[in-house]
């Protein structure tokens, strides 16, 4: 694997490049993610939206360097500019070296979904904030407490002198998901990955949380990329979607574009499965079958066993290739491949109508 | 956690009454008697009994009263610090048990400790490295220890103690220092002995540890909390000290109270094949002669200390976790 | 799947996980096995190296190469002891020994002022004991695994090394009046209990108005005691006088008088008619007993805790401390008797007995030299294992033999509640078949190396009573004829699954109880069982401990049991002839529980002897109280040839080889004496002359 | 339906698909429809699994092993009178205590033989040590044949039978050496594993079958049946188990027959060894009573013996038979315990208990530690017990990894 620590875009604070990981399990070897590649620029917002057992959270994991144990990067590169600018390929660091270990949790924090498990029954919300801060700051023992004291303030935990001590389990879900996002901010990270922030909370608290991520994001001017599965999160998050689907990228554009006109048939499917509060009636949509096992990707596209809209035997036999259709959107289908799109535009139009 | 210390506390009693009734019903099912064994005593000299003086012995021991009575004047016994009397030690049973408990409890101690610093490094080293071949060895080796029986254990290792370490077969102390004041090379003595009973009776509490330890550990190291920590860019080896191994380790604490009773049986069988100055062989001897005050009274004792490490467990296991503490 | 194809997109790079990892599977697996072949592998190494001898290294004269040769029917020769040991012990006058000397141990005492001279503290012309090698020297431990195998308990009178005759100890002289019913005994003047106080009249009379007289402190009371009473004449002289003629009542005078005599001066104090009862039991309480009574037996044994020890006793050692795994003895310093040149004896100072050790525990520990003497819980058949340890344990292994009369005897109950198995019993064939069943000679070989003597259960060969008919009698190996007399009693296979039935056609249950102590019945009844199916008699044994014994025994619940038929020998069979007689109820005898109830209460209870039975009664009831000696010896006779025809019980082997582990260091030993009971275990053999070598002479 | 990948080099990536992938991912056919499920669909979630854990047992490398061993032991056990080489009462006072025979090849002479044999003994006994001492004597050379023909015995007391499945016709072959009464130890060995090897499970039976009663009834009606329930399984567990077993078994009566001993023995063992099991099954139904299928079943009126042993039993049958695996050794060391104490077993039964009794004093150890073999045999059948039900626990585990 070459080294391109240099080349890095000046714009750009991640660069993951064709990205493969692998696991070796007991069924076989499972293969989360098949060469995905995006990008987030410095301040900016990115949204990574797919299924459940996509590859999304193993994208988080691999540029955190915290795969379970069995799993490999076995391909690609993950480019970071860290804070004091020097830019590092996170795949060929030691996963537990000394520039790895600064890098999590100084460099690139987490946010993750269950904010009940994520945190450990057994120690003080303080212990685990703090701990942040001794091992990526020289602050002294005082100083770390008006510290994590001053971020559950800012992340709106009332009565936060007293509430540090508190455990894990005496904090309601959204309290819990503050206190992680406190933890996520305290070392000043230049990337924040929020993994299905809200996924686990009751629908009226899912709101203020990802104001509030949104707003600490703006305030402290961090990279985000959001990780979920619910496209209507994304909507007001992030400012550029990379749709996920069996470890490949099958769409991605700015947020807007996206919305206006999904390309590829699975982002319309999970687009139709989004419940609209607007508009006329209709029967919501799911998208047929479930994500098939990591241990057996499907031959040709991956996504044709599900497919509503195959165009034919090249669905299963050929593999289609990223291509950009208009200006920062890029889609992997056979649709619009040049090859394919003529054969394939009839049965698009006539299914996707009805 | 006051009314948690106090509810536990509370819940004893019941159990105690109930464990106090039970030992004094199964003490009574064998056939004959304290007296009989007695009889058996004074035929042994050479002597022999009138039926009038075998009455006589059994009024003496409130033998002839109604069950139940026997039972309250017992268990009554134990309020007053009256442990009850053998009858056919003709000496009361405190005498007979106390420097004996003090061994069983020193073997018992040693036991747990031995248990535990064999059980946490193999466990945790097994989890860490799972189906590593250490993993393997240590799993087989734990599987051998549960499965070799602790008499058969005990057997060998005083063999080959006495083969290859000259150590004195038997007891708790060679023949030289017996009757000695206390002395260092005294304790070195005794060290050199009450290893193999500490061995042979944690070994088999130990398998079942290493285990559990395993398997908790395997368990929680996939907790989202350890991926949190790990997030957070603690070093793993401090990681999986902090986090999951607390947590992990609750068996370890919990052990205090139900190894107690494993350990009392196999001080039973160690102590009858090495003839140690312990409570089992008591015991054994005790069943076997029918004498059912000092049998009850050291099963009753037994059980006690149980049900005391169970509580003293948990009381433990509350201390460090705090979901039961605030339960 | 139907269309499962390859992937293009498949990148590169991907390492073989699988294979790896199935690899470390078998690992597993593969080492599960290497380690198990491993442990066999090791076992078979080590037994390998132990199942070849090793050769022994002969490195000094054994004494017990220099056994003499046992007599064809299995005694010791008479020889084999000093001939002054069938004497009256000779007094320090007679031997013109003026001057005595004590253990330097006791001088250091006395010169502390402890104790006063060696001259005050023995009695008045001190016996002198003969040593069975040579004359000792003073001092030394003794590591041992029972007390009373060097503190035998010595009394009045002591028995010869055949245990047939009495010779004086404690007592002058014992006097007996011609009708037998009156003993006069004088006690020598001068001796003392181990506190120095005198041992007079008053210790005898003391122990037998307030202990023996006293139901609370004495539940047992049986013979010889029963309506004796005690007259005392002065301080050295009292009498027992009975209304029966007691021929025999100096043989308990040689082996039980240590029970007659308690300190009077010491124990007065606990006992509740000397001190106020209230107060006393209040002190009782004190020490944790329930009352006096279990107070005084405390202090009366003198093992109670630590508090008490020290209790005064006549024997050569005192108890002086017990610990929980051993007990210490001290010489006693006004034990009354000299060597030849006028050392006070016992030689050695000090014993520590080993206690609270099993059986297991104590052979190892005698088979690499752990103990000065060990016999009583030593098993025949580990008679190799102390051998081969000689050559390492400073330890030789003398083979003395035990003094059973049948080292394991069958009873079968005869008042048994079920009538059926009573009726069988009761038939002398199939006595005779069961009997004629055993190969003696198997078991000989198997379990005593071929060194006891395969036998029916008589008296011992050295007894005046004995006949060799009676040994011989139905102890050949016969099972043809034994099948025929089960035949002919009509106990045959009535079903064809190859066990007998019940004349009435019901199974042949019989379950024999047994409760292990001394002798090897386990692997005895594991053959004779064997022996037994072969002729279609198949039992159940089943092993219980001795409250079961003692409460199944009393209780006549037994079918059949087993013990080891001492009490043969001329000191204890014509006092206990339990064998042979119904006589006694205890846990030893499950014959005739109900028979013996009947002639001990004269008639009232019980149930009647059958005829053949009656007969012996009549002989024995004459025969205890009988002065005349000519005509008791042909009443014992008689007696015995009732046994030896009617097969009361069924004997194995007798005289079987007993294990004696002695340190090389510990001399005047003698190599060769029985074993037993009826011995008391070493009383005969003058364990006070036993001596320690010093350590360097080795 | 298998191809082997080229480029991952990992043949057999595919066979082990979830069944999940299968029902779902055949492309254009029709996609099942959940409302509707096959007529037999409960059968085929029920057999899966089964088959799933099957599937997942095999796997367990360890536990296919200990699976075999147990076989192994167990057909010995039935087939004992036919393995044994020797009959296991036969005695020999020429044969006291001789040690282990080796099977060979090569005679005294050097010379090769394709059928192995061994050397018959030649005793003496040592005038000094009385110590018997064995040498094989190159005199009797016993051929080692299969299926020789020996003395007539009769399999399982009913079938007369002559031949065993190896042995020698010239002469006893004492594989394991002998003891006090020169009796085999293997042969003696083989027939007690057929007293120790049932009695665990007999007695893992009778547990079972208290233990699901009681943690049944505990779990299933809760409240304070629950409650007295759990007070009992407190108390018995807070007493030694030993002990109590030594108050147990000194209470049988004394004149029973060995099998009715037997009986007894087992029943104790299990008395105290259905606590643990009652607890798991406790657990289970506490967390199945709110389950919608027994919700359902108990709306729809089914009877609650019906609710329990048709719908509850079988959901967690495989989790209590992973267990009760785990509980057999602790009766088959209990067993060996109680007779090893002299109060359990007694000869002329043969166990592994009754053998290593036998075989407990210093003299075995230094002289004939041959006769502790049954305890390797102990400890290899428990080993195995313990590999299996690990192996099943794994695999009944649907949740593990």
Redesign the interface.
């Known amino acids: 694997m070459k080294q391109n620590n240099a080349e890095m875009k000046d714009g750009n604070i991640v660069e993951v490049e064709d990205l493969y990981v692998r696991f070796s399990r007991d069924e076989g070897i499972l293969k989360p993610i098949n060469g995905f590649s995006f990008n987030i620029p410095a301040g900016s917002s990115i949204g990574v939206v797919g299924e459940s057992g996509c590859g999304k959270t193993m994208t988080a994991y691999s540029l955190l360097r915290i795969l379970p144990r069995g799993g490999q990067i076995t391909h690609g590169s993950m480019r970071l500019r860290r804070k004091n600018g020097e830019v590092v390929d996170l795949a060929q660091l030691d996963a537990d070296g000394e520039k790895m270990r600064h890098i999590r949790g100084g460099d690139v924090a987490m946010i993750f979904q269950e904010p009940m498990t994520a945190f450990s029954p057994v120690h003080t919300l303080y212990d685990q904030i703090a701990e942040v801060l001794e091992i990526h700051s020289d602050l002294s023992d005082q100083d770390i407490r008006k510290r994590v004291v001053e971020l559950f303030d800012l992340v709106g935990i009332p009565d936060p002198e007293s509430r540090v001590d508190a455990y894990a389990f005496e904090f309601s879900g959204g309290m819990r998901q503050r206190a992680m996002i406190a933890m996520a901010l305290a070392s000043e990270p230049a990337l924040l990955i929020a993994d299905e922030p809200t996924t686990a909370l009751d629908v009226t608290v899912q709101a203020q949380v990802l104001r509030l991520i949104k707003k600490m994001q703006r305030k402290f001017n961090i990279a985000l990329m959001l990780i979920t599965h619910d496209l209507g999160v994304i909507a007001h998050m992030v400012d550029y979607v990379y749709v996920m689907y069996m470890g490949e990228v099958v769409e991605a554009a700015p947020v807007a574009e996206l919305f206006k006109n999904p390309l590829h048939p699975y982002t319309r499917d999970l687009l139709n499965s989004v419940p609209k509060m607007t508009g006329p009636k209709q029967e919501l949509a799911h998208i047929k079958g479930s994500v098939p096992s990591s241990a057996a990707l499907p031959p040709g596209c991956m996504f044709h066993p599900r497919c509503t809209r195959r165009v034919g035997e090249v669905c299963w036999t050929g593999e289609p290739a990223l291509v950009e259709m208009n200006k920062n959107h890029y889609v992997r289908c056979f649709i619009h491949s040049p090859e394919t799109s003529g054969m394939s535009r009839h049965a698009e139009e006539t299914e996707y109508d009805a | 956690m006051f009314n948690y210390i106090a509810r536990r506390i509370l819940l004893m009693i019941p159990t105690l009454v109930a464990i106090s009734m039970l030992i004094f019903f199964l003490i009574q099912l064998p056939p004959g008697d304290a007296i009989t064994s007695r009889l058996a005593q004074l035929q042994a000299e050479g002597s022999e009994i009138s039926e009038e003086a075998i009455a006589a012995l059994r009024a003496r021991f409130y033998l002839d009263d109604p069950v139940h009575v026997q039972y309250l004047r017992w268990v009554g016994g134990f309020f007053r610090g009256d442990l009850g009397y053998s009858v056919v030690h003709e000496q009361p049973v405190s005498t007979l048990v106390g420097d004996r408990l003090g061994y069983t409890m020193l073997i018992a101690v040693g036991s747990v400790l031995f248990t535990w610093v064999i059980a946490f490094p193999l466990g945790f080293y097994s989890a860490i490295r799972q189906y590593s071949t250490s993993d393997y060895v240590f799993t087989i080796f734990a599987f051998l220890g549960m499965a070799t029986p602790n008499f058969l254990l005990a057997l060998v290792l005083m063999y080959l103690g006495h083969t290859y370490f000259g150590i004195s077969v038997g007891g708790l102390i060679s023949p030289e220092f017996m009757g000695q004041p206390y002395s260092f090379a005294k304790l070195v003595d005794l060290l050199k002995h009450i290893w193999i009973p500490m061995v042979v009776v944690g070994t088999a509490g130990t398998a079942g540890l290493v285990r559990i330890l395993r398997a908790n550990l395997l368990d929680e190291l996939q907790k989202p909390y350890v991926i949190t920590a790990r997030a957070k860019g603690l070093k793993s080896l401090n990681l999986i000290f902090k986090y999951p191994v607390r947590i992990a380790i609750n068996p370890f604490i919990s052990t205090v109270g139900w190894m107690l009773p494993a350990i009392f049986s196999g001080d039973a069988i160690v102590g009858v094949v090495l003839n140690l100055p312990t409570i089992g062989p008591l015991l054994l001897e005790s069943l076997m002669t029918q004498d059912m005050y000092l049998a009850g009274s050291i099963l009753l004792i037994m059980s006690a200390l149980t049900v005391f490490g169970t509580l003293v467990s948990d009381l433990l296991l509350a201390a460090i976790d705090p979901r039961i503490r605030y339960d | ?18 294979k ?2 199935s690899k ?6 593969l ?3 290497l ?2 072949a491993g ?2 592998w090791g ?2 190494q ?3 190296r ?2 070849s ?1 090793p050769d ?1 290294i ?1 490195d000094m004269q054994r004494r017990s190469e220099m056994n003499p040769p046992t007599n064809p029917d299995g005694s010791i020769p008479a020889d084999s002891w000093p001939a002054e040991w069938f004497e009256a012990p000779r007094k320090a006058s007679e031997m013109g020994i003026t001057a005595f000397s004590e253990s330097p141990m006791l001088a250091e005492r006395r010169a502390a002022g402890d104790l006063p001279p060696l001259e005050e503290r023995l009695c008045d012309d001190p016996i002198v004991i003969h040593p069975y090698e040579k004359p000792g020297r003073h001092g030394g431990t003794a ?1 041992l695994e029972n007390a009373r195998d060097l503190n035998p308990p010595e009394g009045l009178l002591r028995p010869d090394p055949e245990v047939r005759r009495v010779f004086p100890n404690f007592a002058e002289s014992v006097e007996v009046s011609d009708d037998g019913r009156v003993y006069t005994i004088t006690l020598r003047k001068g001796l003392r209990w181990s506190d120095g106080h005198p041992h007079t009249s008053e210790d005898y009379r003391f122990y037998f108005e307030d202990v023996y007289l006293n ?2 402190l ?6 010889p005691f029963i309506g004796a009473e005690i007259r005392i004449i002065d301080e050295l002289t009292f009498e027992y006088a009975w209304e029966d003629p007691q021929p025999y009542f100096h043989h308990h005078l040689a082996l ?1 008088s240590i029970f007659y005599a308690r300190p009077a001066h010491f124990l007065k104090e606990f006992h509740a008619a000397y001190v106020d009862p209230e107060e006393l039991n209040a002190r009782a309480r004190q020490f ?3 009352d006096w ?2 107070f005084f ?2 202090m009366n044994s003198g093992r ?2 630590r508090n008490v020890m020290n209790r005064p006793v006549m024997q050569a050692f005192v108890l002086t ?1 017990i ?4 007990e ?1 003895f001290e010489r006693n310093p006004f034990y009354s008797k000299v060597d030849p040149e006028g050392r006070q004896l016992p030689y050695i100072d000090r014993l ?1 007995v ?1 206690t ?6 104590i ?3 005698a ?2 030299g ?1 103990f000065t003497f060990a016999a009583s819980s030593l098993r025949t ?5 102390f ?2 340890g000689e050559s390492a344990g400073n330890h030789e292994t003398f083979i003395w033999n035990r003094i059973q009369g049948a080292d394991v005897l069958i009873q079968m109950n005869f008042t048994t509640e079920d009538e059926g198995l009573r009726n069988i019993f009761r038939d002398l064939r199939f006595r005779k078949a069961l009997s004629l069943a055993i190969d003696r000679d ?1 078991i000989n ?2 379990i005593y ?1 071929g060194r006891a003597t395969p036998s029916q259960v008589t008296v011992s060969p050295f007894s005046v009573f004995f006949e060799e008919e009676f040994a011989r009698a139905y102890a050949d190996h016969d099972p043809a004829e034994a099948a025929r007399l089960l035949d002919e009693m009509g106990v045959v296979d009535q079903n064809g699954d190859g066990r007998r039935n019940r004349p009435d056609g019901r199974p042949l ?1 019989i ?1 024999l ?1 047994w409760h ?1 102590m001394e002798t090897p019945k ?2 005895t009844m ?2 004779v ?2 022996h037994w199916r072969q002729i279609g008699i198949d039992i ?13 025994t ?1 209780g006549n619940m037994m ?1 059949m049991t087993l013990w080891h038929a001492d009490r043969t020998t001329d000191m204890v069979f014509p006092v206990q002839p339990w064998w042979f007689v119904p006589i ?5 005898s499950s014959m005739w529980p109900l028979w013996a109830e009947w002639y001990r209460s004269g008639g009232e209870s019980g149930e009647e002897p059958i005829p053949e039975m009656l007969e012996v009664i009549g002989w024995w009831d004459d025969f205890r109280t009988n002065m005349d000696e000519n005509r008791r010896i042909e009443l014992g006779k008689k007696i015995l040839a009732a046994q030896a025809e009617n097969l009361w019980g069924i004997g194995t082997v007798s005289l079987a080889p007993q294990p004696v582990v002695v340190s090389t260091r510990l001399r005047n030993v003698p190599t060769r004496g029985y074993w037993g ?1 009826d011995s008391r275990r070493s009383l005969p053999y003058f364990t006070e002359s036993w001596y320690l070598r010093e350590a360097q002479a080795e | 339906m298998t191809e082997p990948d080229p480029q991952t080099d990992v043949p057999t990536v595919d066979e082990s698909g979830f069944p999940v992938a299968e029902m779902t991912t055949s492309p254009g056919g029709p996609v099942s429809d959940a409302s509707a499920p096959p007529p037999d669909a409960a059968d085929l979630v029920y057999a899966s699994q089964w088959k799933l854990m099957g599937r997942r047992f095999c796997k367990h490398k360890l536990a296919l092993v200990g699976t075999g061993i147990l076989l192994v032991f167990y057909v010995v056990a039935a087939f004992c009178e036919f393995f044994a080489p020797n009959d296991p009462t036969e005695r020999d006072a020429t044969l006291i205590l001789a040690p282990p025979q080796s099977i060979r090849f090569v005679d005294e002479e050097g010379k090769f033989h394709f059928r192995p044999f061994v050397y018959g003994y030649r005793m003496e006994v040592n005038p000094e040590t009385w110590q018997r001492v064995y040498t094989p004597d190159p005199e009797k050379r016993y051929d080692l044949v299969f299926f020789p023909k020996g003395e007539p015995y009769r399999l399982w007391n009913l079938i007369p039978m002559q031949r065993r499945l190896f042995g020698s016709t010239e002469g006893r072959v004492l594989l394991l050496g002998t003891d006090t009464l020169g009796r085999d130890v293997l042969s003696r060995i083989m027939f007690g594993a057929r007293i120790s090897l049932t009695i665990g499970l007999i007695g893992v039976v009778l547990t079972f079958c208290i233990g699901i009663t009681l943690g049944g009834i505990a779990g299933y009606f809760g409240g304070f049946t629950d409650h007295a329930i759990q007070r009992l399984i407190e108390v018995l567990i807070c007493i030694p188990q030993l002990p109590l077993w030594m108050v147990l078994s000194a209470a049988l009566p004394g004149h029973w027959s060995a099998l009715r001993m037997y009986f007894g023995i087992t029943l104790i063992l299990s008395f105290l060894g259905w606590t643990g099991l009652a607890r798991v099954v406790r657990g289970k139904f506490l967390s199945l009573r709110n389950e919608d299928f027994v919700v359902a079943a108990r709306l729809s009126g089914t009877g609650e013996v019906q609710i329990i042993f048709r719908h509850m039993v079988p959901s967690f049958m495989s989790h209590i038979i992973a267990s009760a695996t785990l509980a057999v050794p602790g009766m088959i060391l209990g067993e060996t315990a109680l007779s090893f104490l002299g109060i359990g077993l007694r000869p002329p039964v043969i166990s592994w208990g009754v053998l290593l009794q036998q075989a407990q004093n210093f003299q075995s150890v230094a002289m004939a530690p041959w006769l502790l073999y049954p305890g390797l045999f102990v400890i290899i059948v428990v080993l195995a017990f313990n590999v299996v039900g690990d192996g099943l626990r794994d695999a009944a585990d649907p949740y593990a990894e």
């Not at chain 3, 610990?323 to 051993?326: K, V, Y």
């Not at chain 3, 058949?381 to 294992?385: A, H, L």
Request: proline share 6%.
């Open positions: 799947m139907p269309i499962q194809k390859k992937n293009p997109a498949q990148k590169p790079g991907v390492p073989r996980h699988r790896k990892r470390r599977h078998s690992h597993g697996a080492k599960a096995v380690v198990l442990i066999f076992l078979d080590l037994f390998q132990v199942g001898s022994r002969v590591a139901p609370e004495n539940p047992a009371m049986g013979p039980d944790g007993f329930r009574i279990g037996g405390a109670h805790g401390r610990d929980l795994q051993m210490a520590e080993h609270g050790l099993d059986e297991e525990v052979a190892a520990r088979g690499t752990a058949s580990d008679i190799p294992m051998k081969i198997e070989e198997m190396f249950n379950t109880e292990a386990q692997e594991e053959l069982t064997a159940n044994l089943r092993q219980v401990s001795g409250s079961l014994q003692s409460a199944r009393m079918d006694h109820r205890g846990w030893e009971w």
